[in-house]
């Protein structure tokens, strides 16, 4: 069945939130947010991390990361610097996946190789930390807040000490460690803030969803990205079914050679004389001996 591209421009379409839908945790939402308020960035960082950031200097919504040699550009959510040089890569991740672990290590190594562009030292790589703000629970065990680091497998209390953090948030977890501020930011994330607790952090992340949603601008923005992500769709739909077209028609013809050369076979034909009949088919020409014996031996 061929799908029309009105069709597919439909289907797609109809998945796309509509701006005035948006929600914090929405990827356009989250980094626009993030970009243009530091101040919310940074204490999104100090509720995960529990510790105090004094400054950020520098904030890149969906920065790209394009200078390693041989790899195709990296597109980080939220990257982040403070006055300590620390880095900060901020992914919003609304649906569970099970790449997240490799993908924090490929971007933890992205990141690395990017800084060693600028200097061979490797005492001059940053302290980073990759997080993953997730709704629900990548491994199970009911934390809230997972940090990894590298340690020594037959003495756990030693640290590798290379700077390098990766910190797996689930909004979803118990809250029994937590700050309330925490709590609520969590609770926030999956929707289920309760108003009444008056957390001026959340008043103020609320506050500036209504100033996205009223920007002409971001709007704009919003629907170029919807129309470019709507063509690679239809482009990848397209693409897949010109190759699901291609596949079968080769299938139909490796079949209708198998039963040419099956009754030639019952006909006595030896496997010479079935070549030559097969070279002299304009459909079949191009199929060499070797094809022709492997089929006439099944």
């Not at 199970?140 to 940090?147: A, D, H, K, R, V």
């Not at 506050?207 to 709507?230: F, T």
């Not at 028609?249 to 099956?262: D, K, M, T, V, W």
Request: hydrophobic fraction near 30%; aromatic fraction near 8%; include cysteine.
């Amino acid at each position: 069945m061929t799908i029309s591209k009105k069709n597919l421009t439909t289907n797609i379409s109809n998945n796309l939130k509509k701006y005035d839908d948006l929600e914090f945790t929405d990827d356009f939402a989250f980094c626009k947010i993030l970009e243009n308020n530091s101040d919310i960035c940074k204490e999104i960082l100090e509720l995960i991390l529990g510790f105090k950031i004094k400054k950020i200097n520098v904030l890149y919504k969906q920065k790209t990361i394009d200078e390693v040699p041989d790899i195709h550009g990296v597109r980080l959510d939220v990257y982040v610097e403070d006055d300590k040089e620390k880095i900060y890569d901020i992914e919003m991740q609304t649906e569970i996946k099970s790449n997240i672990p490799k993908r924090s290590r490929f971007y933890q190594s992205i990141i690395d190789t990017n800084i060693l562009e600028k200097s061979i030292d490797y005492n001059k790589l940053n302290d980073s930390y990759i997080i993953f703000i997730c709704k629900n629970d990548l491994f199970g065990e009911n934390l809230p807040i997972y940090s990894f680091q590298n340690r020594c497998d037959e003495l756990n209390r030693l640290c590798l000490k290379d700077g390098a953090k990766k910190i797996i948030v689930n909004a979803s977890g118990n809250r029994n460690n937590l700050s309330k501020e925490t709590n609520d930011f969590l609770d926030y994330l999956l929707g289920k803030y309760d108003s009444s607790h008056n957390n001026s952090f959340i008043d103020k992340i609320e506050n500036k969803m209504s100033l996205l949603k009223m920007s002409k601008e971001w709007r704009h923005e919003y629907m170029i990205e919807c129309l470019k992500y709507q063509d690679m769709k239809i482009k990848g739909e397209e693409i897949g079914e010109q190759r699901g077209i291609e596949i079968g028609e080769q299938r139909g013809l490796n079949q209708g050679l198998a039963a040419l050369i099956s009754s030639l076979k019952s006909l006595n034909y030896s496997i010479d004389e079935i070549s030559d009949i097969i070279k002299k088919n304009e459909t079949y020409k191009n199929t060499t001996k070797e094809e022709i014996t492997e089929i006439y031996n099944q």
